[in-house]
């Protein structure tokens, strides 16, 4: 069996997750060999008749998405394996600024560029937006996660090597989280740095935006083990994927006024930076950002303009 990983718009750390699998590579590598991927091996393209590639990142420019047009084509199964293939990720965030802002940042803005800032000509030209690759090209199958865990991993590559299906949880954060929800009384809204929280209760009952109920499980809730809200690495939820007037901002205030019996107005006012705070993960998904009650398409133009 031949499997090829292609990067797109991310950072490599999907790589780096399968790479973590550690001696259990060498399980894989005696059924499969590893015939592509921009991180592990030089190979400057992919071969033709690859059985299973996984695609990661999104696709942010006109490279990405003729990578991702060539990788399909040459594949029988390909996989978005991380949030930001799924999803768009954490590039989707730079549709909040303009192109030439950002080259301004990136070639002019910090420390580390020429003294000439010169913005190079052969840098491939930004798409109109950042997209899922989902959003591109044909996925047989989507494995969610910033990078998704070792553990599940373990679970899902050897089975998907095989031909074989596995079930998974397909419940939310919370439902791994092992802190308790108490009375909760006096609730006002916290920034993540304003105090500590108590380890034993309910984060979002403390006050602090934890998007564990909104987000996809499958992490062991490893941050708010950690005494760090969730904020939504996985991406949304089944609940939410699956019906078209739920999306993780209204959800959210749904939830936290089910919890405080405070008015979905007040709290909504409350609430800060919904760009970052809310969607910082699935702002570059055509799915979540159609959703009829989404917020994405006016934070994009808003904060573009």
Same mark, same amino acid.
């Given at each position: 069996?031949?499997?090829?990983?292609?990067?797109?718009?991310?950072?490599?750390?999907?790589?780096?997750?399968?790479?973590?699998?550690?001696?259990?590579?060498?399980?894989?590598?005696?059924?499969?060999?590893?015939?592509?991927?921009?991180?592990?091996?030089?190979?400057?393209?992919?071969?033709?008749?690859?059985?299973?590639?996984?695609?990661?990142? +999104?696709?942010?420019?006109?490279?990405?998405?003729?990578?991702?047009?060539?990788?399909?084509?040459?594949?029988?199964?390909?996989?978005?394996?991380?949030?930001?293939?799924?999803?768009?990720?954490?590039?989707?965030? $730079?549709?909040?600024? $303009?192109?030439?802002?950002?080259?301004?940042?990136?070639?002019?803005?910090?420390?580390?560029?020429?003294?000439?800032?010169?913005?190079?000509?052969?840098?491939?030209?930004?798409?109109?937006?950042?997209?899922?690759?989902?959003?591109?090209?044909?996925?047989?199958?989507?494995?969610?996660? +910033?990078?998704?865990?070792?553990?599940?991993?373990?679970?899902?590559?050897?089975?998907?090597?095989?031909?074989?299906?596995?079930?998974?949880?397909?419940?939310?954060?919370?439902?791994?989280?092992?802190?308790?929800?108490?009375?909760?009384?006096?609730?006002?809204?916290?920034?993540?740095?304003?105090?500590?929280?108590?380890?034993?209760?309910?984060?979002?009952?403390?006050?602090?935006?934890?998007?564990?109920?909104?987000?996809?499980?499958? +992490?062991?809730?490893?941050?708010?083990?950690?005494?760090?809200?969730?904020?939504?690495?996985?991406?949304?939820?089944?609940?939410?994927?699956?019906?078209?007037?739920?999306?993780?901002?209204?959800?959210?205030?749904?939830?936290? $006024?089910?919890?405080?019996?405070?008015?979905?107005?007040?709290?909504?006012?409350?609430?800060?930076?919904?760009?970052?705070?809310?969607?910082?993960?699935?702002?570059?998904?055509?799915?979540?950002?159609?959703?009829?009650? $989404?917020?994405?398409?006016?934070?994009?133009?808003?904060?573009?303009?």
């Amino acid at each position: 069996m031949k499997i090829a990983i292609e990067e797109l718009a991310g950072c490599s750390g999907c790589t780096i997750a399968v790479l973590d699998l550690h001696e259990m590579i060498l399980d894989v590598l005696e059924k499969a060999e590893i015939v592509y991927s921009p991180v592990i091996m030089d190979v400057k393209e992919p071969p033709e008749g690859v059985d299973v590639s996984f695609v990661t990142g +999104c696709v942010r420019n006109e490279e990405n998405k003729e990578r991702l047009e060539k990788i399909r084509s040459r594949s029988k199964i390909l996989v978005a394996l991380g949030t930001c293939a799924c999803y768009g990720g954490i590039s989707g965030l $730079s549709m909040l600024s $303009s192109n030439e802002d950002i080259l301004n940042t990136v070639y002019r803005g910090v420390e580390t560029v020429s003294e000439d800032g010169v913005i190079p000509k052969n840098v491939p030209p930004f798409l109109y937006r950042a997209f899922a690759v989902g959003d591109i090209a044909k996925i047989d199958y989507y494995i969610t996660g +910033c990078p998704p865990k070792e553990q599940f991993l373990r679970q899902i590559i050897p089975d998907l090597l095989k031909g074989d299906k596995t079930e998974l949880s397909k419940k939310s954060v919370c439902s791994e989280c092992d802190r308790k929800m108490g009375v909760v009384e006096n609730w006002s809204l916290k920034r993540r740095h304003e105090g500590e929280p108590d380890r034993e209760h309910c984060l979002l009952g403390q006050g602090y935006l934890c998007l564990g109920p909104v987000t996809f499980g499958r +992490c062991g809730a490893s941050c708010p083990k950690n005494n760090i809200p969730c904020h939504g690495c996985s991406g949304p939820s089944l609940d939410i994927l699956r019906e078209p007037c739920r999306d993780l901002y209204n959800m959210m205030v749904r939830r936290i $006024s089910d919890l405080t019996d405070i008015p979905e107005k007040k709290i909504e006012a409350e609430l800060y930076d919904v760009s970052h705070t809310m969607y910082p993960f699935t702002i570059g998904s055509l799915i979540m950002e159609d959703k009829e009650n $989404s917020k994405i398409r006016d934070l994009v133009k808003e904060r573009s303009k």
